[in-house]
């Protein structure tokens, strides 16, 4: 059954902190593995991952993929309040559904 | 553009009762998706659409639930009978590329 587990579950760091969010996944015939920021409501697209080793960006996030270690990370430099929200992996993959892991929670204090 | 439109916002009904959810895509997007979300399962695809045909439905937990797509710009999701389990927050979402969603705001569904 394809698996995604994100780590920390929960994090706490204040304003100007460098964070690392991690994503790591089983899955067959793998295709894309998306990252999404969910704030009070619904979730927004942020990034979608399909080579290894090439650097998205936007802004004070990026995210990287290893397809060989099977993960990726999500890092947030200067973290600012309105960064606070539960990130989302999800991976996509041939012939099978979208599966999402359960979130990291993040919360950055003034 | 408005955006994803879902209606109701909230619902909250009796156990047995049918529920209807509805969804109006943004305009263009070909690709309309539907999920739910608890505390204890996190985000679930149910079931996605491209083009209006139902593309896969493994996600749907049950006989229970239905989802229809009869136009570009309208999708349903039925219970019917709804449980309490069933509560959570439904979500719409539509794309032009399969992993590029748009959410709408959601429905609270709350069985009792």
């Known amino acids: 059954e394809d698996k995604v587990v994100q780590s920390p579950l929960s994090l706490v760091v204040h304003e100007g902190d460098t964070v690392t969010l991690n994503c790591s996944y089983e899955v067959t015939n793998f295709r894309s593995l998306l990252w999404y920021k969910q704030e009070k409501k619904a979730p927004t697209f942020l990034f979608m991952l399909t080579s290894s080793g090439i650097e998205k960006k936007s802004g004070r996030l990026s995210s990287i993929l290893d397809k060989k270690e099977l993960f990726s990370i999500l890092n947030i430099t200067a973290t600012q309040t309105g960064d606070s929200a539960i990130y989302l992996c999800a991976v996509d993959s041939y012939g099978q559904n979208f599966v999402f892991g359960p979130g990291t929670r993040l919360s950055v204090l003034p | 553009d408005a955006g994803v439109i879902q209606s109701p916002r909230h619902e909250v009904t009796e156990m047995g009762q049918e529920v209807t959810l509805r969804c109006k895509p943004i305009s263009g997007h070909d690709y309309l998706f539907w999920y739910r979300q608890t505390m204890m399962r996190g985000l679930e695809l149910l079931i996605y659409?491209?083009?209006?045909?139902?593309?896969?439905d493994s996600g749907m937990p049950e006989d229970r639930f239905s989802a229809k797509m009869p136009n570009a710009s309208f999708s349903t999701l039925k219970i019917q009978p709804s449980e309490p389990r069933d509560s959570a927050v439904y979500f719409c979402?539509?794309?032009?590329?399969?992993?590029?969603?748009?959410f709408g705001p959601g429905t609270r569904l709350t069985v009792l």
């Open positions: 659409f491209n083009n209006n045909v139902p593309i896969d």
């Open positions: 979402a539509s794309s032009t590329r399969r992993y590029e969603q748009f």
